[in-house]
């Protein structure tokens, strides 16, 4: 037992995406700004939501705020690291580091697949019973069910972090690519870890296929609705769940390509962990900023009145 606890590794070397110093500044420089609209964009959004006063009478605006925040917390966990990384030569991270960051992204992950769900619920209320929408919805519903989308994504990562956290790792320690990605790390384990494995992948493509084709039923009884309705309803709809369904397939593309995919990639793996911890999460205020009217009045409200406060002093 004592030859074996000093064998133990205390830390894993990240390979990050290139080897090369001119990339891994031109990479630097992306990244940084990237992370800094990613921050900047999401938390205009839940400033937004949180002050001005005509968004709190409307539940949707509850649950973006909520979106928005998730989107923050998942590339932080993720995304300045790597970006240090790319200063360093040496990429590593601690073994509960690594747990840590594997903990949190299964947990943030689970929660907004889940809050997803709540959005397209409230959409599918509001589109097809308007008149009963305000009751439905309401702050208790509201916040019950953001509740219980964390609720979901702790039981997700506990569902597998549980035995993970038990796996003896004393021989190789290299993960290959920019951040620890549980399926890779399980891999490194001095141990049988076929069933655990297959755990993993039933466990995170189950829950995102299950999401996925939820939200894939939602909005097609929305449509199917509205367009029993008139033409005019049918173009408001379209209007109105655009930006939804466009989130709805930047999130639940890569994220079941990542589980369900027969094929191993390096390349692609990488590829796909860059769009879902920063691509993701940069493309969500812009998609409901743009596509929202009642988010750019806010806004604008907002920005008049900071001018106002400043005139007056």
Known sequence: MDVKNSSMISEFVLLGLTNTWEQEIFFFCIFLLAYAAIMAGNLLIVITVTCDSH?????????????????????????????????????????????????FLHFLGGSEMTLLIVMAVDRYIAICKPLHYTAIMSRRVLVGSV?????????????????TVTLPFCGPNVVDDIFCDLPLVI??????????????????????????????????????????????????????????ITVVTLFFGPCIFIYTWPFSSLSMDKFLSVFYSVITPLLNPIIYTLRNREMKSAMSRMRTQGINFRHTF
């Open 55 to 103: 968004l709190h009478s409307k539940p949707m605006y509850f649950l973006l705020g909520n979106l928005s925040f998730l989107d923050m917390s998942l590339s932080t966990i993720t995304t300045p690291k790597m970006i240090t990384d790319f200063l360093r030569e040496k990429k590593t991270i601690s073994l509960w580091g690594c747990m840590a960051q594997m903990f």
């Open 147 to 163: 509740l219980l989308s964390w609720a979901v994504g702790f039981v997700h990562t506990m569902s597998q972090m549980v035995f």
């Open 187 to 244: 891999k490194l384990a001095c141990t049988e870890t076929y069933v655990l494995e297959l755990l993993v992948i039933a466990d995170s493509g189950l829950l995102s296929f299950t999401c996925f084709t939820l939200l894939l039923i939602s909005y097609t009884v929305i449509l199917v609705t509205v367009r029993r309705g008139s033409s005019g309803g049918l173009s408001r709809a379209l209007s109105t769940l655009s930006a939804h």
